[in-house]
């Protein structure tokens, strides 16, 4: 008998389908406060998760969309300019929006970590019930590619937290992290090296997860694998898509899920893929998995169950 946690997968990306593969995980979320956390993308980039393929989900589940400001300098690192940008891009026509660390932030526990002690988390966070990480999986030009694991780790993470997954424990300062990246001296006295970088988004996305657990508060992982530029939601000027849209994911289990797409993306014929996989190892993105798995947030082994 296969063990494996299930990854589903359908070729539509529809609003009809989204819905569908929710309902397949089997966890109803109705009646529960529900966070759906996605990126609101920065203001110019057009390929963030859009507000008419995510509706009928985010309504099914009357849930409110969930966001922390950004640590760079940009249209999301204030919340009267995140929020405005949330309107911009019609996320408030849909369902509520809560930047979560508009008015504070808190310390959870990581257990088992190399680079982090505690993650630091919007405190809005705890108003919910369950959470849906509805992730746009596609590039990264630090993360090399970005999917549930990033958005639970960074995505969840404060302005502050933000920083501190970055630096690998080094700092809380934002202030000085908006202007590392500045001059080559500044990258480099703030920054650690890559793999520890990679580790600690781990190690929050695992943080997020045992907390919500111990509370016996559900998640539910969703990537939509469309829109395949090698650049993330938060840049406002991205590559163009480099690949064909491929489908939408779903799991229980946040690393099957993003070995999957990415397994999905190198098994494809599209010649595109060659730009997003030098994305990727250019990153070491793969890291991420493996230090996810190493921590025990999940399995690189999947049984993948297609829907059409």
């Not at 920065?42 to 969309?65: C, F, M, S, T």
């Not at 760079?72 to 690192?77: I, M, Q, S, T, V």
Request: proline share 5%; charged share 25%.
């Amino acid at each position: 008998m296969n063990n494996n946690p299930k990854v589903y997968f359908t070729r539509e990306i529809t609003p009809e389908a989204l819905v569908k593969i929710y309902e397949q995980l089997d966890i109803p979320l109705e009646g529960k406060k529900v966070a759906i956390k996605i990126s609101t993308g920065e203001a110019g980039n057009p390929n963030y998760l859009k507000p008419e393929l995510i509706k009928d989900l985010v309504q099914k589940v009357h849930g409110a969309i969930v966001e922390c400001n950004t640590a760079y300098e940009g249209a999301r690192n204030l919340t009267k300019e995140h929020l405005k940008v949330a309107k911009e891009h019609g996320f408030t026509d849909i369902a509520p929006v809560d930047i979560m660390d508009a008015e504070g932030e808190i310390e959870i526990s990581v257990r088992g970590g190399k680079h982090l002690d505690v993650n630091i988390i919007g405190q809005n966070f705890n108003n919910y019930d369950a959470m849906i990480n509805l992730a746009h999986f596609k590039g990264h030009p630090m993360g090399g590619f970005g999917g549930v694991l990033k958005n639970q780790s960074i995505g969840i993470a404060s302005a502050v937290g933000k920083v501190y997954i970055h630096t690998a424990g080094r700092s809380r300062d934002l202030e000085k992290f908006l202007h590392c990246f500045d001059t080559p001296e500044a990258t480099a006295a703030m920054l650690p090296p890559q793999d520890d970088f990679l580790e600690s988004m781990a190690e929050a996305a695992k943080s997020i997860a045992d907390y919500y657990n111990e509370q016996q508060k559900p998640i539910l992982y969703i990537n939509v694998i469309n829109n395949l530029s090698v650049d993330c939601d938060c840049v406002a000027e991205p590559e163009t898509p480099c690949m064909a849209d491929i489908g939408i994911a779903a799991s229980l289990d946040p690393v099957a899920l993003d070995q999957a797409c990415i397994d999905m993306i190198w098994s494809s014929s599209d010649p595109g893929r060659e730009h997003f996989i030098e994305r990727v190892e250019q990153q070491n993105g793969i890291h991420i998995i493996e230090a996810a798995a190493d921590l025990g947030l999940g399995s690189r082994e999947y049984e993948l169950v297609e829907l059409d």
